[in-house]
């Protein structure tokens, strides 16, 4: 699998939106623990493209150290784009696009020890986009009619909204590559709502990682446990 990690030492969110942390920390801690986090399901057939938003050297090599599998870097560089670090991803996805699998993966994302191995899993009976979380904001916020396949391991639902971090395989990605570069550039994540509507997105439940903002944690998984438990 292909992982696209957007990373940045930037404390604010790209919503503006408040992280759910249970201590006082940086976001270079924040970015350590969820990327030792995702460490744990890697295998030495993945290949991480850290999508690197002018980090420090020694984070840098650092990262490097404490991989588990392939790491390139890719420099997002200096233009008049706002959102320049998603259309480097994209860009680096579609210079990949052959390649069976691909993860864009936010360095906000906390995973559980197996999360990949789930995804991979899913993927090869899975043919559209999924989302690793599974946002609360769906049981909230205009709910609508979902369904409920039964997986391997674990059931997953519909989903009709995502933000950034999303797996496919090769023909999904090569079916909306275009449209959402165009879109990168506002940062429009509700782009994903379009294209739910043209093709079906799942989710696992319970996910497999949460993203770390106030009132977007993934329920029924103690995350609190797994932060402490991950030293850096």
Same mark, same amino acid.
């Given at each position: 699998?292909?992982?696209?990690?957007?990373?940045?030492?930037?404390? =604010?969110?790209?919503?503006?939106?408040?992280?759910?942390?249970?201590?006082?920390?940086?976001?270079?801690?924040?970015?350590?623990? @969820?990327?030792?986090?995702?460490?744990?399901s890697i295998s030495e057939d993945d290949r991480? $493209?850290?999508?690197?938003?002018?980090? /420090?050297?020694?984070?840098?090599?650092?990262?490097?150290?404490?991989?588990?599998?392939?790491?390139?870097? !890719?420099?997002?560089?200096?233009?008049?784009?706002?959102?320049?670090?998603?259309?480097?991803?994209?860009?680096?996805? %579609?210079?990949?696009?052959?390649?069976?699998?691909?993860? !864009?993966?936010?360095?906000?994302?906390?995973?559980? #020890?197996?999360?990949?191995?789930?995804?991979?899993? @899913?993927?090869?009976?899975?043919?559209?986009?999924?989302?690793?979380?599974?946002?609360?904001?769906?049981?909230?916020?205009?709910?609508? %009619?979902?369904?409920?396949?039964?997986?391997?391991?674990?059931?997953?639902?519909?989903?009709?909204?995502?933000?950034?971090?999303?797996?496919? =395989?090769?023909?999904?990605?090569?079916?909306?590559?275009?449209?959402?570069?165009?879109?990168?550039?506002?940062?429009? #994540? %509700? !782009? $994903?709502?379009?294209?739910?509507?043209?093709?079906?997105?799942? @989710?696992?439940? /319970?996910?497999?990682?949460?993203?770390?903002?106030?009132?977007?944690?993934?329920?029924?998984? =103690?995350?609190?446990?797994?932060?402490? %438990?991950?030293?850096?």
């Amino acid at each position: 699998m292909n992982i696209y990690y957007l990373a940045s030492v930037k404390e =604010n969110t790209i919503s503006g939106t408040k992280r759910h942390l249970w201590e006082k920390t940086n976001k270079e801690t924040v970015l350590k623990k @969820c990327w030792i986090s995702l460490q744990q399901s890697i295998s030495e057939d993945d290949r991480i $493209f850290i999508i690197d938003s002018s980090l /420090p050297s020694e984070l840098l090599n650092w990262m490097y150290d404490t991989s588990q599998g392939l790491v390139t870097q !890719i420099q997002v560089p200096k233009t008049k784009e706002s959102y320049q670090f998603l259309l480097t991803a994209l860009d680096t996805l %579609e210079e990949n696009i052959n390649d069976k699998n691909h993860f !864009i993966v936010e360095d906000d994302y906390l995973f559980v #020890y197996d999360a990949l191995p789930v995804i991979k899993e @899913c993927l090869q009976h899975w043919h559209s986009f999924g989302s690793p979380d599974d946002n609360p904001q769906k049981y909230l916020d205009n709910i609508q %009619e979902s369904f409920v396949y039964v997986g391997n391991d674990r059931h997953w639902r519909s989903i009709n909204a995502s933000g950034w971090s999303v797996f496919g =395989n090769s023909m999904v990605w090569k079916n909306f590559i275009n449209l959402l570069k165009e879109n990168a550039k506002t940062n429009n #994540y %509700e !782009i $994903f709502n379009n294209i739910f509507r043209q093709t079906p997105s799942i @989710c696992p439940l /319970p996910g497999v990682a949460t993203h770390l903002k106030e009132g977007h944690m993934t329920p029924l998984i =103690n995350w609190a446990e797994i932060w402490k %438990e991950i030293r850096v």
